[in-house]
Nanobody, 120 residues
Framework: QVQLVESGGGLVQPGGSLRLSCAASRSIDNIYAMGWYRQAPGKQRELVATITNSGTTNYADSVKGRFTISGDTAKNTVYLQMNSLKPEDTAVYYC??????????????WGQGTQVTVSS
């Protein structure tokens, strides 16, 4: 079955940078939106950033101005450049890609998650 494969997580000091990458194990047609979500222990999963096939981006207020999402829906690749990292950014980060369907909602594909730890 198709899987999303993530990489780029790790340990970084406050103020540092990381770049997360996500790619599909095989091609997925009709992806129209991609995004990154994160989940810290004991907390709900939250949206970090999204990008559509038209290039429109959306960011959580907490990361606006620090994180940049990019990618190509046709290639099933999505990236998250994270700068000026803060301890509050520590979480497991998940890649998401949404496929258009004949139904009211799209079909979501998820990565396994990659750990980002920001600590001095």
């Amino acid at each position: 079955q198709v899987q999303l494969v993530e990489s780029g997580g790790g340990l970084v000091q406050p103020g540092g940078s990381l770049r997360l990458s996500c790619a599909a194990s095989r091609s997925i047609d009709n992806i129209y939106a991609m995004g990154w979500y994160r989940q810290a222990p004991g907390k709900q999963r939250e949206l970090v950033a999204t990008i559509t096939n038209s290039g429109t981006t959306n960011y959580a207020d907490s990361v606006k101005g620090r994180f940049t999402i990019s990618g190509d829906t046709a290639k099933n690749t999505v990236y998250l450049q994270m700068n000026s990292l803060k301890p509050e950014d520590t979480a497991v980060y998940y890649c998401n890609q949404r496929q258009a369907t004949p139904y009211v909602t799209g079909r979501d594909y998820w990565g396994q998650g990659t750990q980002v730890t920001v600590s001095s």
